[in-house]
């Protein structure tokens, strides 16, 4: 997908909002874990019941993984039947991937083209040639982890490097890699005033914003640091919106949560 | 596994020489590819053949993705077959990992209780809570990316932050963390000058010793800085050992540049 699809996209639907399918066995409603693939059908209902409402879906590979080749299937048949169903929905494989230049070729192959996904998430310890493997696949998008949404991010991403701080200096080097310009980045939510500074340095590329609701980010806050004329932002809700209730009607609690945030999006835009 | 029982096989063995089993389907004899699972065909010869020489092997998770679920499937075979015929050998889930805590916890689970590996690769970006989830686990270990063997590891992992060097700076806030008795840390042979720095921050520690080989690094450099009392060290060598050969007798070559580095490290113990 490219850039400016995604752009349509959000203005077309008034939204920014990305959904994060983040799926714990022992979370979701247990009827479901009498199908034959839970995880799938629990995505499936999910994706039927909110894809009108939010710009793009992100399933975390943690969670996938931790169920073995089972969790694969599952993730294979998620990405598969967004593909199938909805081509304009950009797609993100929150994998935090990054390694020596030949495995990360072989990295973005297995989410470009086996999977199919638009975009991967990418950390950026490794530095240059462990990015720009994943930055030559056209119409491909990589999300560099810069300023995350957790306690963590402040052992190293906010340390001073050379007079700034280490995010910025990720921020700032990775813009001259090469295809630099099919790079996003993750900014947590829980630090919105960051943003300001953020823009100084990458003002028109999109950010994945993850740590509204569950991690106590606000929705209000990040529009009013990190917006740009494009919007510029994918607000991500996992939690939030997924378990919103684990009876029944977990998809149409899901729906009611998911339309409350387009709804403050379509006011903010 | 426990440290001290990896100490007593590196002993016995006379080696501590960790074999990585990056299987790319283009490198192994093509005769292979008829196999039902090449990629499992191939790593049971190779370990069939050298694992009296080594110590580890570690398995590079992205060449395994790259195969969508065939490779899963092969990853799963692979480490199941390693556990039944050779439990004293150390296993490294090479995965480079790394998330938010809860998100860690399912990574944690997919490699050391699902898969069953010894060990997994861990990135050090997002800071403490997203590394200690894997630290919980007893007899497992989690080995912290500190200074990599790409060229990338100069755009950030050698830039100073608050006097020190970044990977120094890991290094250092690791120690603090809960069951950082079970860190291990990758430190690249292209960087063996390194080592005595290195050695003054973790003396104890064991590093996972990368790019001896087709990356450059020197063996006896790499011992001379960074071997302590309990050796400490498990030097990885991948496509160097694995793709010796490309034709019938695979195996026995692979063997043979595996005897050839034991031998090289029995002098050295």
Chains 1, 2 share one sequence.
């Not at 081509?87 to 297995?110: C, L, Q």
Request: aromatic share 10%.
């Amino acid at each position: 997908m490219t850039t400016e699809q995604l752009i349509a996209e959000i203005k077309k639907k008034k939204s920014f909002l990305c959904i994060g399918l983040d799926v714990d066995l022992n979370k979701i409603p247990q009827y479901l874990l009498k199908e034959d693939d839970p995880i799938f059908a629990f995505n499936k209902a999910i994706i039927d019941a909110t894809h009108h409402l939010c710009v793009a879906y992100k399933p975390n590979t943690a969670f996938y993984e931790a169920y073995g080749i089972k969790g694969w299937q599952a993730l294979e048949k998620t990405i598969k039947y967004l593909n199938k169903n909805h081509p304009e929905i950009f797609t993100i494989a929150d994998a935090k991937r990054g390694d020596i230049g030949n495995t990360s070729t072989m990295y973005a192959k297995a989410f470009f083209e086996d999977l199919g996904f638009d975009s991967v998430t990418v950390a950026p310890y490794m530095g240059k040639d462990s990015v720009e493997p994943f930055l030559t696949f056209e119409d491909k998008h990589t999300i560099l982890l810069a300023l995350t949404s957790n306690q963590g991010a402040f052992d190293f991403q906010t340390k001073t490097v050379d007079g700034i701080e280490l995010y910025k200096q990720v921020l700032k080097t990775s813009k001259s890699w090469q295809n630099s310009e099919n790079l996003m980045y993750v900014v947590g939510a829980t630090k919105a005033e960051y943003l300001a500074d953020i823009r100084q340095i990458i003002p028109n590329s999109f950010l994945l914003v993850p740590g509204v609701g569950a991690q106590g980010g606000n929705l209000q806050e990040v529009c009013k640091y990190g917006m740009n004329k494009n919007i510029g932002l994918l607000i991500n809700s996992s939690r939030g919106i997924i378990y919103a209730s684990n009876d029944n009607n977990f998809a149409k609690a899901a729906a009611n949560k998911a339309l409350e945030l387009q709804q403050q999006m379509a006011e903010l835009i």
